[in-house]
């Protein structure tokens, strides 16, 4: 980056806390940050231009590049039992969130489910959430055409055989 790009991000902080503050209109703290948007999407595109230019004679270069550009989560953080509990160890973590997703597939009712299901106005209200069996499941997964492309949201099941 350069020193005009460098004094174009620090105007924009100081314009934002001073936003903050009720010193600066809000008409002029987005002005300033959309004129820093830009300066910064220009120097991006030019140093890509030049790395993409370059990469024959400097490999090295562009795989570092990519290779901060890949987002990666270090870790879940704890997680909430059912019971209350706090969970830190990545076996009791993956336990938990097993528990979370395969319940979506049972019949059991819980938490989460009951707090969707609830509204004012609605036909459903007192009615019993729908459930989906695992052998429905296995049926469509058995007849999904893969090759078929996806049809519009209106369509019950794009991609399925025998289903109507």
């Known amino acids: 980056m350069n020193k005009e790009?460098?004094?174009?991000?620090?105007?924009?902080?100081?314009?934002?806390?001073?936003?903050?503050?009720?010193?600066v209109a809000w008409e002029e703290y987005r002005e300033i940050v959309q004129a820093a948007r830009e300066q910064v999407r220009k120097a991006k595109?030019?140093?890509?231009?030049?790395?993409?230019?370059?990469?024959?004679?400097?490999?090295?270069?562009?795989?570092r590049y990519v290779s901060d550009k890949r987002k990666t989560r270090g870790n879940v953080g704890p997680l909430w039992k059912e019971?209350?509990?706090?969970?830190?160890?990545?076996?009791?973590?993956?336990?938990?969130?097993h528990d979370f997703f395969a319940s979506v597939f049972t019949s059991k009712c819980s938490s989460h489910t009951a707090q969707v299901?609830?509204?004012?106005?609605?036909?459903?209200?007192?009615?019993?959430?729908p459930t989906v069996g695992e052998d429905q499941v296995r049926d469509h997964l058995r007849n999904l055409k893969v090759h078929k492309s996806m049809g519009p949201d209106?369509?019950?099941?794009?991609?399925?055989?025998?289903?109507?």
């Not at 019971?83 to 993956?94: H, I, N, R, S, Y």
């Not at 209106?154 to 109507?164: D, I, K, R, S, V």
């Open 5 to 23: 790009l460098l004094d174009k991000l620090k105007h924009k902080k100081e314009a934002y806390r001073g936003w903050k503050q009720g010193q």
């Open 45 to 63: 595109a030019l140093i890509e231009l030049n790395m993409a230019r370059d990469v024959k004679g400097n490999k090295k270069s562009f795989y």
């Open 83 to 97: 019971t209350g509990d706090l969970v830190t160890q990545d076996m009791e973590k993956a336990e938990v969130l």
């Open 117 to 129: 299901t609830e509204g004012k106005g609605r036909d459903w209200e007192n009615a019993e959430p």
């Open 154 to 164: 209106e369509n019950a099941a794009p991609g399925l055989e025998g289903t109507g």
